[in-house]
């Protein structure tokens, strides 16, 4: 069994680095999410990585082509479902009743949630698609 989890983690590896290579930071357990959804000014990007291949595939590089402008979000950070459960389970808390879905994007200012894009927003489009609804958030609210 542990060979087993070893070999699943080294494949999502690659998902986690192209997020981490972009600038995002890893929330891996419920007090690190804490200690950043409780941070009350400026605005946070909360990426909800997945292994999913259509929408992750599209989520990934869509979030990536957004962050090449200058207006972008002061934090950005990720939990992975699947993976980080607690972690992710309690960041699923701050997003107001929404219902879970992953992949998905939250951008919160001053603490409070103002936009989302779904993994329904994501699945189908394409990264382009994505990255243009991303600067729009990035525009109206950051």
Known sequence: ?????????????????????IGFEELRTPEEVDRVM????G???VFVNSVC???GGIARPGVALAL??????????????GQDKEATARAREYFE??????????????????DQLHR??????????VADRLRAMFNQYC
């Open 120 to 129: 329904s927003d994501i699945e189908g489009t394409s990264a382009e698609h």
């Open 97 to 114: 009743n929404n219902p879970p879905s992953s992949p998905s994007i939250w951008l919160f200012k001053d603490g409070k949630l103002v």
């Open 53 to 55: 291949g259509c929408a």
């Open 38 to 41: 409780q941070e009350k000014t």
């Open 1 to 21: 069994m542990t060979m087993e989890l070893d070999f699943y983690a080294m494949m999502v590896q690659p998902m986690r680095d192209e997020l981490t290579q």
């Open 43 to 45: 605005t946070t990007l």
């Open 68 to 81: 090449q402008q200058e207006n972008r979000p002061d934090r950005l950070v990720t939990v992975f479902a």
